[in-house]
């Protein structure tokens, strides 16, 4: 049976606005770090950004998601040196970075249902994981081995999520090591701060981060899951309510639609379309257009979707039902 409903058509238009996640905002002692330890939240803010950490207050030690450090010290090897930067400062010469300690995510410090996209972010080996794999430790073993021909690995994984979700197929691998070359002088374990783009994660409302290697043992990954992060910037979008007579508006009809649908343009007449649906994932993208088109998703399951016009300026989107 086919439904057909009658609801108010709203265009929603959205003025992006960049922000950053730099941790300078928060306070610190030189050479100091925080991770939860005086129990007096769960987690912290920067940028518009959430880090959750976990602190084991029965047993006194950092179980694990973020802290946020100033530690310069790139020389000591060992579990003691935890909240230190293996380039010794913040991306950029910054003084504030956070560091990451087992699996996790980050997420938006306040969710208002609308879509958030990943720009980049900075990344860089902790003192701790870089040494360990450098030189050897009692838990996990010297990269490369003692020929320095052992194709060893240590990369991260970052994937956004909304609602719970995945937002993309898509995700980041970034690799902290990696020992597979047939030359071993390309061998490597980033040493400074590297920038890198995280736009296939789409939108989101977090990111989940997870952690690979090729040193494995009977209980997981013996390489130690740390990284430091620094500068993590996306678009927010601050959204106004407009009526379809609005210059700004697009338009989509037939609305409901049973298998296409059309689009009429603003006055902003180039641009990217997508098509997202109600969880937040891209299921269509990067259709260019510059005047009133027809987009086939007969392949969509019936359900509320939204298209998303990116111009240089500004960013609309428009609702629409799908109803075969």
């Known amino acids: 049976m086919r439904y057909f409903f009658t609801f108010l058509l709203l265009s929603i238009h959205f003025i992006g606005a960049t922000q950053t996640a730099t941790?300078?905002?928060?306070t610190l002692a030189p050479d100091t770090f925080w991770d939860g330890a005086d129990l007096?939240?769960?987690?912290?803010?920067?940028?518009?950004?959430?880090?959750?950490?976990?602190?084991?207050?029965?047993?006194?030690?950092?179980?694990?998601?973020?802290?946020?450090?100033n530690v310069t010290d790139s020389i000591t090897s060992g579990y003691g040196n935890l909240y230190a930067s293996k380039a010794g400062k913040g991306a950029n010469n910054s003084s504030n970075y956070a560091v990451a300690l087992g699996n996790g995510y980050f997420k938006s410090a306040v969710s208002n249902g609308f879509p958030t996209f990943m720009l980049n972010l900075s990344i860089s080996n902790g003192t701790y994981a870089y040494n360990s794999m450098r030189d050897g430790d009692g838990f996990a073993k010297k990269f490369g081995g003692e020929t320095g021909n052992d194709p060893d690995y240590f990369y991260v994984?970052?994937?956004g999520y909304r609602a719970g979700i995945p937002s993309s197929t898509d995700s980041v691998v970034h690799y902290l090591a990696d020992f597979r070359f047939e030359d071993n002088s390309q061998d490597y374990i980033q040493l400074d701060w590297e920038e890198i783009n995280l736009n296939p994660l789409a939108t989101f409302d977090s990111v989940v981060y997870s952690f690979a290697?090729?040193?494995?043992?009977?209980?997981?990954?013996?390489?130690?899951?740390?990284?430091?992060?620094d500068n993590i910037s996306y678009e927010s979008y601050i959204n106004s309510v407009n009526s379809l007579v609005d210059d700004g508006a697009i338009i989509v009809y037939?609305?409901?639609?049973i298998g296409a649908i059309t689009i009429?343009?603003?006055?902003?007449?180039?641009?990217?379309?997508?098509?997202?649906?109600?969880?937040?994932?891209?299921?269509?993208?990067?259709?260019?257009?510059?005047?009133?088109?027809?987009i086939n998703i007969e392949n969509l399951i019936d359900g509320v979707y939204f298209v998303r016009l990116t111009t240089p300026k500004n960013i609309?989107?428009?609702?629409f039902i799908l109803s075969k």
Request: hydrophobic share 35%; with cysteine; charged share 20%.
């Open 40 to 69: 007096t939240a769960t987690g912290f803010e920067s940028g518009g950004l959430y880090f959750p950490t976990n602190y084991n207050s029965e047993f006194s030690y950092w179980e694990g998601g973020f802290a946020y450090s």
């Open 254 to 257: 037939p609305n409901p639609s």
């Open 157 to 159: 994984v970052f994937k």
């Open 213 to 229: 290697s090729s040193d494995v043992g009977g209980f997981g990954i013996n390489t130690p899951l740390q990284f430091c992060i």
């Open 23 to 26: 941790f300078e905002e928060l």
């Open 316 to 319: 609309y989107i428009n609702k």
């Open 264 to 294: 009429d343009l603003p006055k902003e007449k180039n641009g990217t379309l997508d098509i997202i649906d109600a969880a937040g994932r891209v299921v269509i993208s990067d259709i260019s257009i510059n005047e009133a088109k027809q």
